[in-house]
Antibody, heavy 121, light 106 residues
Framework: QLQLRESGPGLVKPSETLSLTCTVS??????????WGWIRQTPGKGLEWIAS???????YYNPSPTSRITISVDTSKNQFSLTVTSVTAADTAIYFCARSSGSWEDAFDSWGQGTLVTVSS | DIQMTQSPSTLSASVGDTVTITCRASQSISRWLAWYQQKPGKAPKLLIYKVSNLQAGVPSRFSGSGFGTEFTLSISSLQPDDFATYYC????????FGGGTKVEIK
C-alpha cells in the first residue's frame, strides 16, 4: 500500500525559506511510471498545483510564481522535497504531496495527508 | 492558464437523490479531466480520470461525462458517505483545479 507523508515546519517567518519533504513508503519513487508533485490548498485560492518531478530529476513548475519554488528528489531516501523562498502570508496553506501516473500532466491518484504551514512572525 | 469553473458552489441534497455537478474549462481540454472528493481534514481522493474512468474502488454510482469545455460529475442514489466537496482538475495544459462544489445534507 503506497503511502506519502509530508514533513516540515508548521510555522515559518515572513521572508524566510520553507522546506517540506515527502517520504514515500510502500513503493519506489524511482518508478518509470510515476511522477511526484506538490499541491497546496488555501481557503482563498483553493487547490493549486505547485510543481512535479520525475525520479530522474525532470522538473515541472506551475508557470505562475516559479522563481521562488524548487522541487527536488532524493531517490536514496525515497523522498522528494519542496523549497519556497521569501515566503509571505500568501504562502500559508495546507501542502499536499501526491503521485501521478503516466505523466506529470495527469491526475493524482495517491496523496499524503497534508501539512499545514503558517507564515507568521 | 486554463481556468476551471464549477457550479454550483454548494448543493443541498438528500440521501437517495441523484446530483450533478458541472465543470467548465476556459478552453478545450479534450478529455483530460479528473474529479476528486474531499472530506474535511482529509486529502482529495481521486474518483474519476479522463472524464469517465472510475478509479479502482470507486462505487459505480459515480459517473462522469463531457468533452472539450463542459463536463459533469453525477452521483446517483446519494449515500451518507458522499456528502463532501468535489473538485474537477484539468491536465491538458499544466494542472488546474476547479473551485469546488460542496454537497451538503438538505
Amino acid at each position: 500500500q503506497l503511502q506519502l507523508r509530508e514533513s516540515g515546519p508548521g510555522l515559518v517567518k515572513p521572508s524566510e525559506t520553507l522546506s517540506l519533504t515527502c517520504t514515500v513508503s510502500g513503493g519506489s519513487i524511482s518508478s518509470d511510471s510515476h511522477y511526484w508533485g506538490w499541491i497546496r490548498q488555501t481557503p482563498g485560492k483553493g487547490l493549486e498545483w505547485i510543481a512535479s518531478i520525475y525520479y530522474r530529476g525532470n522538473t515541472y513548475y506551475n508557470p505562475s510564481p516559479t522563481s521562488r519554488i524548487t522541487i527536488s528528489v532524493d531517490t536514496s531516501k525515497n523522498q522528494f522535497s519542496l523549497t519556497v523562498t521569501s515566503v509571505t502570508a500568501a504562502d500559508t496553506a495546507i501542502y499536499f504531496c501526491a503521485r501521478s501516473s503516466g505523466s506529470w500532466e495527469d491526475a493524482f491518484d495517491s496523496w499524503g495527508q497534508g501539512t499545514l504551514v503558517t507564515v507568521s512572525s | 492558464d486554463i481556468q476551471m469553473t464549477q457550479s454550483p458552489s454548494t448543493l443541498s441534497a438528500s440521501v437517495g437523490d441523484t446530483v450533478t455537478i458541472t465543470c467548465r474549462a476556459s478552453q478545450s481540454i479534450s478529455r483530460w479531466l479528473a474529479w476528486y472528493q474531499q472530506k474535511p481534514g482529509k486529502a482529495p481522493k481521486l474518483l474519476i480520470y479522463k472524464v469517465s474512468n472510475l478509479q479502482a474502488g470507486v462505487p459505480s454510482r459515480f459517473s462522469g461525462s463531457g468533452f472539450g469545455t463542459e463536463f459533469t460529475l453525477s452521483i446517483s442514489s446519494l449515500q451518507p458517505d458522499d456528502f463532501a466537496t468535489y473538485y474537477c482538475q484539468q491536465y491538458n495544459s499544466y494542472l488546474t483545479f476547479g473551485g469546488g462544489t460542496k454537497v451538503e445534507i438538505k
